[in-house]
């Protein structure tokens, strides 16, 4: 993969997925700008990187905001003059899991806030400059629940169901502009979101696992191979796909 050079920013660098590709990206020799809505664990990431010999920033952005989006690619021109990647990875779960009658109100706002309306931020201000610049790449990151039912979960997956169609439609749109947008749909993997998931009974890690055929959870590094798989010239006939990381639990 060559990936050298290559001018990058993940949301949601701070931890998990995000982390874990910001790393391999900086590993690749791309210019990381590693970005979170906490500042301090972005820094972090970007201290790992440029401590390994890579180059990497940090800049703190929460993706609900408009102008934090539009500051955090602004920004990125302005140093480095183009931007050729931008990896849409931040996301947070529901708090409650319970059934769409009892779904709450703040769970549903929050979750289509970062994970649906953040995406749509982020494609939208990038494609203004990718298109001026005549080149691009998005990889968004959705999830083995923007694919298939899953219970408990509502807002999380109509947020990532959206993730897919804003992928496949904006593909379509600029398929002939050198820009390609693809998007990774990972099953449960290790990180602070799947902590999360985990803390709601002693038997969850079981009770999930019995549904992946491999038998274990993801991992972060695993994910990060082909978010950098796909915004690297190696994936360049592909546009408009969904990657399905799940360890056979799709099957
Ligand atoms: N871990 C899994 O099992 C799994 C499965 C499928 C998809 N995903 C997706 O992977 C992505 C990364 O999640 P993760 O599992 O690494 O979780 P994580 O909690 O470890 O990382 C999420 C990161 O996003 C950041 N973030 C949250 N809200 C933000 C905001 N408003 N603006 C900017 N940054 C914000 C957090 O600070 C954190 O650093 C998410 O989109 C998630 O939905 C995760």
């Not at 993940?10 to 970005?35: C, D």
């Not at 990972?186 to 079981?206: I, N, R, Y």
Request: neutral net charge.
């Amino acid at each position: 993969m060559n990936l050298k050079n290559k001018i990058v920013i993940i949301t949601g660098a701070g931890s998990g997925i995000g982390a874990a590709t910001a790393k391999l990206f900086g590993t690749h020799g791309a210019v990381v700008v590693a970005s979170d809505i906490n500042l301090n664990n972005a820094q972090k990431i970007a201290g790992d990187i440029t401590e390994a010999g890579g180059i990497a920033s940090a800049i703190k952005t929460d993706v609900t905001q408009y102008q934090e989006v539009e500051a955090l690619i602004a920004n990125t021109i302005e140093k480095h003059d183009r931007l050729d990647v931008i990896v849409n990875n931040a996301g947070i779960g529901g708090k409650e899991q319970l059934k769409t009658a009892e779904h709450t109100h703040d769970d549903w706002h929050n979750v289509i806030a970062v994970n649906q309306t953040g995406v749509f931020y982020c494609m939208k201000v990038a494609l203004q400059h990718m298109m001026r610049q005549g080149h691009g790449n998005i990889v968004n990151v959705a999830s083995l629940a923007g694919l298939k039912a899953s219970g408990h979960n509502l807002s999380y997956s109509a947020s990532k169901f959206a993730v897919v169609g804003m992928t496949k439609s904006a593909a379509l749109e600029y398929a002939r502009k050198n820009i390609r947008i693809n998007a990774v749909c990972p099953g449960f993997t290790h990180s602070a979101l799947l902590d999360q998931l985990l803390a709601v009974s002693p038997d969850m890690g079981e009770k999930l696992k019995r549904f992946i055929p491999m038998g274990r959870f993801g991992e972060a590094d695993e994910i990060a191979e082909a978010i950098c798989w796909l915004a690297s010239e190696n994936s360049k006939f592909i546009t408009g796909q969904t990657i399905t990381l799940d360890g056979g639990t799709s099957l």
